[in-house]
């Protein structure tokens, strides 16, 4: 079974910075895309940054040049810089990893943090 542990959500005032972390755990094979979904209250859930295995990176537009997605493959990490926190950027932060375990590819998502950006 794989898991997900997510940390480093919280409250910041506008313009301030979080750095998320999500950690897979258990028995893994390999990690493909890692990726980070938020979602607002009332809204659907959205794609904020993805990262493929060879570092590539994707993100949604309202955060370009404001967050970075990272990760550590050795430590089956991966990790999501927010700078310039807006209000806006208020929403529950999900973890989703592609992951080889004990029943082959397999979607995952960790249990959510939430991230509160006062104006």
């Known amino acids: 079974q794989v898991q997900l542990v997510e940390s480093g959500g919280g409250l910041v005032q506008a313009g301030g910075s979080l750095r998320l972390s999500c950690a897979a755990s258990g028995v893994i094979v390999r990690t493909n895309t890692m990726a980070w979904y938020r979602q607002a209250p009332g809204s ?14 994707n993100y949604t ?16 990490t991966v990790y999501l810089q927010m700078n310039s926190l807006k209000p806006e950027d208020t929403a529950v932060y999900y973890c989703n990893v592609l992951a080889a375990g004990p029943t082959g590819w397999t979607n995952y998502w960790g249990q959510g943090t939430q991230v509160t950006v006062s104006s």
């Not at 859930?45 to 990176?57: F, M, P």
């Open 44 to 57: 659907q859930r959205e794609l904020v940054a993805l990262i493929t295995r060879g570092s590539s990176t």
């Open 61 to 76: 537009d309202s955060v370009k040049g404001r967050f970075t997605i990272s990760r550590d493959i050795g430590k089956n």
